[in-house]
């Protein structure tokens, strides 16, 4: 009898769209392992801690603020990470606004609106609010107001489209797919950046606490396996558009940890 394995994925976009990115990985997986595994989309921190601690997914890929709240519930000692395309460990998100806005540094937006990423982006929300921060800018009092978009293309066209003053998408986002996006009527040269978060870790994989260390092995050791550079590896890759899988430890997210006040 094959064993289920359910992995569950915190999306920033929807969930029809993150099903498919993650699609060719989990079909890669059921190959490699033999297990019968399911990628499971969740909508928000609250059904994602609840499917944590009922025990109904055993994996979950998550932005590393999600992670260091819940740790207690993981295996600590058993983290891999999504290395971003180009192989880093780490990413930053971008605050773009429109050319010929009249905006030109982060202090031009108060009394303007600026749309942020969700609330389980560690780039697009938790760096991002600190971006803020340290430019003197309390989002609460000091822009006319602020809101949660979803994925980077959604963000970027509500500045395109004039919606909101700003935005913060992740720093890759401008560079990729371009093509794609001036096909939608988005010309992303009429974007600019004014300033980048500080560098956060990428999404960290983590296994439930429960679950059977053989099991876990077996799943990392297909993950770490993949390759970029191989042009079977890299179909499977782009589309979740992650570089591949590296081993993490704990102790790499305790900045993220006084970044939002939570003990190891």
Request: with cysteine; glycine share 8%; proline share 3%.
């Amino acid at each position: 009898m094959k064993q289920d394995i359910t992995i569950a994925v915190l999306p920033c976009s929807d969930v029809e769209r993150t099903f498919k990115k993650f699609h060719p990985l989990a079909t890669y997986l059921k190959e490699q392992t033999g297990y019968d595994v399911e990628i499971r989309i969740l909508k928000d921190f609250t059904e994602f801690e609840w499917a944590i601690k009922n025990g109904d997914i055993d994996f979950a890929l998550q932005d590393p603020h999600t992670y260091v709240r819940l740790a207690k519930l993981f295996k600590k000692d058993a983290l891999i990470r999504a290395l971003t395309r180009e192989g880093g460990a780490s990413q930053n998100g971008a605050l773009i606004v429109r050319k010929g806005s009249g905006i030109k540094n982060i202090g031009d937006l108060r009394g303007k609106t600026v749309m942020f990423g969700p609330k389980l982006s560690a780039t697009k929300w938790i760096a991002a609010k600190e971006l803020f921060q340290e430019n003197g800018i309390n989002i609460n009092k000091d822009l006319r107001a602020f809101s949660h978009g979803g994925c980077c293309e959604d963000i970027a066209f509500n500045v395109y489209l004039h919606e909101v003053d700003a935005g913060v998408v992740c720093d890759h986002f401008l560079e990729e797919h371009a093509e794609d996006r001036n096909e939608l009527g988005m010309d992303t040269t009429q974007l600019i950046v004014i300033g980048k978060t500080r560098s956060v870790p990428t999404r960290v994989l983590t296994a439930r606490k429960e679950l059977n260390s053989s099991v876990v092995a077996r799943i990392y050791a297909a993950l770490l396996r993949l390759d970029k550079k191989n042009p079977q590896h890299a179909k499977i890759l782009y589309p979740a558009e992650i570089g591949g899988f590296q081993k993490s430890r704990d102790k790499e997210y305790d900045r993220i940890r006084s970044l939002i006040g939570v003990n190891r």
